[in-house]
């Protein structure tokens, strides 16, 4: 079983507040990601880090902001929450080359 | 576009029945290909990974092959159980890079 975890599990917001979305792991693993998935959607990536102080930008545009200090944490953040925000929001992180990705349970975001 | 088309989008068996998934992908250069489940608000836990030489890959009553020449590749369930319903998502990685192409899943119902 993988040891990633997301909290919170779910949240429900207002328009216009900071949030941030917590991802940790403690497999050691350098590369970490973060997906979006809308219901019945496939994931689309919006952030990736291939270790500390290294992030990039995913495929699908996104508003959001990450980090990366330390190896096992990736949090996402967003300056101000909108309704078109709403979405699950799924964590990842894998080793290097050949090897599987592990998702935290995701958070379901809700914006009012 | 997609590149990778996965069907029937959605799928009801009964319990005990045998089913199997299809994913078609236009990745190239590809890397390998993954299947995962989903179960409903939860992240995706990996069933199998197929590299370009291996045709088939088993995992319990989960068996997967791959055609890298037709680029298809199926997810076969045998003696199908309550516990399987889930969303099946095939996912593809190219070659040299981290893009990984996810489908939109299947989702399967086992009925008693």
């Known amino acids: 079983e993988a040891d990633i975890y997301q909290t919170p599990r779910y949240l429900v917001i207002g328009t216009g507040k900071k949030i941030t979305l917590e991802c940790s792991q403690t497999?050691?693993?350098?590369?970490m990601y973060w997906y979006q998935q809308d219901p019945g959607m496939e994931l689309h990536l919006i952030h990736y880090?291939?270790?500390?102080?290294?992030?990039e930008k995913g495929d699908l545009s996104s508003e959001s902001t990450v980090s990366r200090i330390r190896t096992e944490h990736f949090p996402l953040t967003l300056e101000s929450a909108r309704p078109s925000h709403t979405s699950q929001y799924l964590c990842?992180?894998?080793?290097?080359?050949?090897?599987?990705?592990?998702f935290g349970p995701g958070t379901r975001l809700t914006v009012l | 576009k997609n590149q990778v088309e996965q069907s029937p989008q959605s799928l009801i068996i009964l319990e005990g029945k045998n089913c199997t998934l299809q994913?078609?992908?236009?990745?190239?250069?590809?890397?390998?290909l993954r299947w995962y489940k989903q179960d409903t608000g939860r992240g995706p836990v990996s069933l199998t990974i197929?590299?370009?030489?291996?045709n088939t890959k088993s995992n319990g009553r989960y068996t997967a092959t791959l055609d890298a020449d037709t680029k298809q590749s199926s997810l076969h369930i045998t003696a199908s159980q309550l516990s399987d319903s889930a969303s099946y998502i095939c996912?593809?990685?190219?070659?040299?890079?981290?893009?990984?192409?996810f489908g939109t899943g299947t989702r399967l119902t086992v009925i008693p």
């Open positions: 197929m590299t370009f030489s291996e």
């Open positions: 990842a992180s894998g080793g290097q080359g050949y090897d599987t990705q592990y």
């Open positions: 994913c078609n992908y236009t990745v190239s250069p590809f890397s390998n």
């Open positions: 880090s291939y270790g500390v102080n290294s992030t």
């Open positions: 497999m050691g693993h350098d590369k």
């Open positions: 996912v593809v990685s190219e070659t040299g890079a981290n893009n990984l192409f």
